[in-house]
């Protein structure tokens, strides 16, 4: 695929990608371009995926920041017009995130202010260096989350912890944010992060990839459902995978007691 990119680098390595925002002078804040290109290059991964991949980890480039927020110099000078326009392709970026038909581990180096927290917990789960910085300070800019921060932040540590984090604007340090069960798992450096972060896609993709990307699908939906309504969802695509092969497979590999051999169909 395309991987020529202004503000954002897409390398792959086998079966999984590394997706960075790479605006390192501005901390990799999202501008309407970052913005622009993400969607691009993730329409392209959820709809067509041209190099079957299983995995994606999302960082931001160089060890000072993951994301520190959407770029506010930009922002200073919008229109309504232009802050509707920026406000949907965010949110359009972070429904992609959720949408991918594999999973998407957030890598946080540094600061996660803003955007950067909302984009990281678009992802299906957030590993962080220690030096990881979270926070959602828009009231500070007499603004407030735009990107799903309202939403995922409370879904993710809870309502009154969210409301306490989101009216005061304070930043988080990491083992607050692993507390909360924001961070599922704190590294000592950046690359630490990343390798264990490949580690776990592997072990992921030893497994149906049917399966893990139904998973996430269902999971995905019923955080917006009734416990009734989820529990449906899930029966109904519990009771659809019976007609995969690699149900078959994976049941199968189990009674004749060998290594299941998978092929996500
Ligand atoms: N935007 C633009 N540039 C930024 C930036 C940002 N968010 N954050 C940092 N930079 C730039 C700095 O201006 C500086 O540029 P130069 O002066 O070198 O040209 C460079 O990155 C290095 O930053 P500092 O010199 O400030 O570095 P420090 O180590 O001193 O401080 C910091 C690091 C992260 C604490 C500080 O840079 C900082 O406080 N940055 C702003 C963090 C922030 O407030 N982020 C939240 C932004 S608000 C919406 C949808 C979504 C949103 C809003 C609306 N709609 C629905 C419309 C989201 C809003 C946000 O994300």
Do not use: W
């Amino acid at each position: 695929m395309n991987t020529k990119f202004e503000t954002i680098t897409l390398e792959q390595n086998g079966d999984f990608a590394t997706l960075s925002v790479s605006r390192e002078k501005s901390l990799n804040a999202l501008n309407a371009l970052v913005h622009t290109e993400l969607k691009e290059c993730l329409t392209l991964l959820k709809d067509d995926n041209p190099d079957n991949l299983r995995g994606l980890i999302f960082t931001g480039a160089g060890d000072k920041a993951f994301i520190a927020g959407a770029d506010i110099v930009e922002m200073s000078s919008m229109t309504p017009e232009q802050a509707f326009n920026f406000a949907v392709l965010g949110q359009d970026v972070s429904l992609l995130f959720e949408e991918l038909p594999f999973p998407a581990i957030a890598c946080v180096n540094g600061f996660a202010l803003g955007g950067g927290c909302e984009m990281a917990m678009s992802c299906d789960f957030i590993y962080a260096t220690e030096t990881a910085v979270f926070g959602q300070p828009e009231v500070k800019l007499g603004l407030i989350p735009g990107f799903g921060g309202t939403q995922r932040l409370a879904k993710l540590i809870g309502r009154n912890n969210a409301k306490e984090l989101i009216y005061t604007g304070r930043n988080l340090k990491v083992d607050e944010a692993k507390e909360l069960g924001l961070v599922v798992k704190v590294f000592a450096t950046k690359d630490e992060m990343l390798s264990a972060a490949t580690k776990t896609l592997e072990k992921i993709n030893a497994n149906s990839p049917l399966a893990v990307s139904t998973a996430k699908s269902v999971m995905n939906e019923g955080n917006d459902l009734t416990i009734t309504e989820g529990l449906k969802v899930e029966a109904k695509h519990f009771g659809g995978i019976f007609a995969s092969y690699d149900m078959k497979e994976g049941t199968s590999a189990f009674t004749e007691k060998r290594k299941a051999n998978f092929k996500g169909e």
